[in-house]
């Protein structure tokens, strides 16, 4: 791994990497490092991702091993990372208004967004606090030999319970059915010793918070660092929010306003693909 230390901290990878070792998860054995110069020497978790086994169809057993692991991850004491603070929430809220709405399709921010994004963030604080990855779906989990293995966990912080669950189960790259988000939410409920209020609602919300933090990101990235990779995803990741902003804050408009966005998305899209020409 080269990770320039003026924009990476290998130092905290290597860190965490020992820690999460030490817990028994999968993550690569740390050989050698050089962290003034952010050179890290580690396991080769080879170059197959979970995304790829769902497109093979065998995305039961490895979605499985993808829910039993939160266990062992939410065993590390939360002292060893930083808290997921609501500010931070906050800020990533303003990810999606600033970069989406203002900037990719020229719209204002709907007048019921300072109460929606408070719900939101509410009920997601409201969790029990454990370690999390923040990245845990299926371009960030790796199979090999048939066992998952973790990596890009160097932003791991002390936050809600629900938060990588809601990563995997509703991944901004591949759209499970609900029958499927129902059983692995009680798969994972049946060994966690926490304690949940209406998890499937949580759930939601915390998932719809995370799609719409990633709509922002993915357009960031076309408008501020020219890649136009994730652009892609962002019609059916705004859809899924639509709906559960729908499902999740009925008493509010943001559902009917979102899938107004979705509607207008393909001429933005146009119209930021053809700024790059």
């Known amino acids: ?3 320039p230390p003026d924009r990476e901290d290998a130092a905290r990878f290597v860190r965490l990497a020992v820690v999460m070792k030490r817990y028994g998860l999968p993550v690569p054995a740390i050989y050698a490092t050089d962290e003034l110069r952010g050179f890290v020497l580690m396991e080769d978790l080879g170059h197959r991702h ?20 939160l266990h062992p991850l939410q065993s590390l004491p ?35 967004w300072g109460v929606f994004s408070e719900s939101l963030i509410r009920s997601i604080t409201s969790q029990p606090t454990v370690a999390v990855h923040r990245d845990w779906h299926s371009k960030n989990l790796m199979v090999r030999d048939g066992r998952i293995g973790i990596v890009d966990f160097q932003d791991a912080l002390a936050g809600p319970a629900l938060y990588d669950l809601a990563s995997l189960l509703h991944d ?36 719809l918070q995370r799609q719409l933090k990633a709509i922002g990101i993915f357009v960031r990235l076309k408008i501020r660092d020219g890649k136009n990779s994730h652009l892609q995803y962002v ?22 306003w979102l899938q107004a966005l979705r ?5 933005a899209r146009q119209r930021l693909l053809e700024g790059a020409n």
């Open 78 to 112: 939360v002292g060893e990372l930083p808290p997921y603070t609501t500010q931070r929430f906050h800020d990533e809220m303003g990810i999606f208004t600033s970069w989406f709405v203002e900037q990719a399709m020229t719209a204002t921010v709907h007048r019921e």
């Open 50 to 69: 979970l995304i790829d086994c769902y497109r093979d169809g065998q995305f039961e057993p490895f979605l499985s091993s993808a829910v039993d692991l």
């Open 263 to 267: 509607g207008n998305w393909p001429s």
């Open 235 to 256: 019609e059916g990741v705004l859809a899924r929010s639509a709906a559960l902003a729908a499902a999740s804050c009925p008493e509010l408009e943001i559902g009917e």
């Open 172 to 207: 901004c790259y591949w759209e499970f059915d609900q029958q499927t988000i129902n059983l692995r939410l009680k798969q994972y409920l049946d060994r966690c010793p926490l304690q949940f209020t209406d998890p499937l609602e949580l759930l939601n919300r915390t998932a």
């Open 1 to 3: 791994m080269d990770a």
